[in-house]
T-cell receptor
Framework: AQSVTQLDSQVPVFEEAPVELRCNYS??????LFWYVQYPNQGLQLLLK??????LVKGINGFEAEFNKSQTSFHLRKPSVHISDTAEYFC?????????????FGKGTHLIIQP | KAGVTQTPRYLIKTRGQQVTLSCSPI?????VSWYQQTPGQGLQFLFE???????NKGNFPGRFSGRQFSNSRSEMNVSTLELGDSALYLC??????????????FGPGTRLTVL
């Protein structure tokens, strides 16, 4: 069985400051890792994904994440946040490429951007 | 290309009733997954359909069921509604089942309130 832990339920950050949202996972098999963003009253949008290869993954809206196998982590980072980044962020894991057997999600981190 | 659409967007029911939610995937997508999102439990996988067959099911009681039609549209049904079924129900579609890079695209969700 897989599990995902997002260590912070809320992260307040000032506008234009850097941010890191933490994600740790546990799994007995090789995994694929994802970060999704959810804006109010909307569905989830994929920010980035790690399937294989380079451990540093770049996504949309200036976000990036680094896969660290030894620490079983997949932290999301952005060097300079904007008000429009205020949203809920979900880390997810799958052992089948994200399609067949369902994604296991973390509880989410609410990113709050302060002006 | 139109995204994933879900109908209705909002629904209010009373305990004991049943409800049917509908999801139309992106054109050409054959896999449809359903998720339940609540403040307490977060995002949880309900089931996944591919080519009209349920391929995987999450840990939900038998009151939760679904089906997929030949045009890949999917419905989920919840019978004998309970207060705890109040949630945002998200549908996601993907091109194919399994394999790396199999990104799921999410709809806006149906907000179900059980009174």
């Amino acid at each position: 069985a897989q599990s995902v832990t997002q260590l912070d339920s809320q992260v307040p950050v000032f506008e234009e400051a850097p941010v890191e949202l933490r994600c740790n996972y546990s799994s007995s098999v090789s995994v694929y890792l994802f970060w999704y963003v959810q804006y109010p009253n909307q569905g989830l949008q994929l920010l980035l994904k790690y399937l294989s290869g380079s451990t540093l993954v770049k996504g949309i809206n200036g976000f990036e994440a680094e896969f660290n196998k030894s620490q079983t982590s997949f932290h999301l980072r952005k060097p300079s946040v904007h008000i429009s980044d205020t949203a809920e962020y979900f880390c997810a894991v799958s052992d089948s490429g994200g399609g067949a057997d369902g994604l296991t999600f973390g509880k989410g981190t609410h990113l709050i951007i302060q002006p | 290309k139109a995204g994933v659409t879900q109908t209705p967007r909002y629904l209010i029911k009373t305990r004991g009733q049943q409800v049917t939610l509908s999801c139309s995937p992106i054109s050409g997508h054959r896999s449809v997954s359903w998720y339940q999102q609540t403040p307490g439990q977060g995002l949880q996988f309900l089931f996944e359909y591919f080519s009209e067959t349920q391929r995987n099911k999450g840990n939900f009681p038998g009151r939760f069921s679904g089906r997929q039609f030949s045009n890949s549209r999917s419905e989920m049904n919840v019978s004998t509604l309970e207060l705890g079924d109040s949630a945002l129900y998200l549908c996601a579609s993907s091109l194919d089942r399994g394999g790396p890079g199999n990104e799921q695209f999410f709809g806006p969700g149906t907000r179900l309130t059980v009174l």
